[in-house]
């Protein structure tokens, strides 16, 4: 499975890195993916990182804020929030999916999926 952490409260403009664990998994062969919810909304996707990390896709609102990354060796993938926004609160989840295809911003394609993490924005 997948779990999450690194999820917390910040004010505006402030810096988080979540980070997703592959647990009984291994990540190396998956495409992770990050997205998120708000409650009554739709869960969008946020950024995504090819199982080698040759390549990486983000939503347009994380393009230039945040950045996606990942170390087969340590199992891990990260998400590094830079210049957070009220906006940008939510639940953020990490997620897996096979490695055709390294654009992963559709949650309907995923296989795995974490429990999520609670991201708070102060204005």
């Known amino acids: 499975h997948l779990q999450e952490d690194g999820g917390g409260s910040v004010q505006a403009g402030g810096s988080l890195k979540l980070t997703c664990g592959g647990y009984g998994n291994t990540l190396s062969y998956f495409t992770i993916g990050w997205f998120r919810q708000v409650p009554g909304k739709a869960r969008e996707g946020v950024a995504s990182i090819a199982s080698s990390a040759e390549a990486t896709h983000y939503a347009e609102f994380a393009e230039g804020r945040f950045t996606i990354s990942r170390d087969n060796s340590k199992n891990r993938a990260w998400l590094q929030m830079n210049n957070l926004k009220p906006e940008d609160t939510a639940m953020y989840y990490c997620?897996?999916?096979?490695?055709?295809?390294?654009?992963?911003?559709?949650?309907?394609?995923?296989?795995?999926w974490g429990r999520g993490t609670q991201v708070t924005v102060s204005s």
């Open positions: 997620a897996a999916k096979g490695p055709y295809n390294s654009r992963f911003l559709d949650p309907s394609d995923a296989e795995f």
